[in-house]
């Protein structure tokens, strides 16, 4: 499966955005999907996943996690975005049928929370 991560920008602390990850190839429905984000300098933190409804603490409560199937997209809703969720935003994928854990990754997509 290929992905490909959308809808970084910049925001003003209090905003939102939605990020898209899109995926390409067949039976989508059989991965998971996480989200991923790499603060400048720092190390790459997981946020969340599909399937499964827990968050990183810093986000519990302001980050979204969605599917649609239909679409072979998984979205990253990010309310009250506050300026430590400045990061480069991966989306990844596992097979729920393996161990192998995340396997697939797609480029990242730059989110900017100005304070």
């Known amino acids: 499966v290929q992905l490909q991560a959308s809808g970084g920008g910049l925001v003003q602390a209090g905003g939102s955005l939605r990020l898209s990850c899109a995926a390409s190839?067949?039976?989508?429905?059989?991965?998971?999907v996480g989200w991923f984000r790499r603060p400048q300098g720092k190390d790459r933190e997981f946020v969340g996943e599909?399937?499964?409804?827990w968050y990183v603490d810093s986000v519990k409560g302001r980050f979204t996690i969605s599917r649609d199937n239909a679409k072979n997209t998984v979205y990253l809703q990010m309310n009250s975005l506050i300026p430590e969720d400045t990061a480069i935003y991966y989306c990844?994928?596992?097979?729920?049928?393996?161990?192998?854990?995340?396997?697939?990754w797609g480029q990242g997509t730059q989110v900017t929370v100005s304070s």
């Open positions: 190839g067949s039976s989508f429905s059989r991965y998971v």
């Open positions: 990844a994928a596992r097979d729920t049928y393996s161990s192998r854990g995340y396997e697939y």
């Open positions: 599909t399937d499964r409804t």
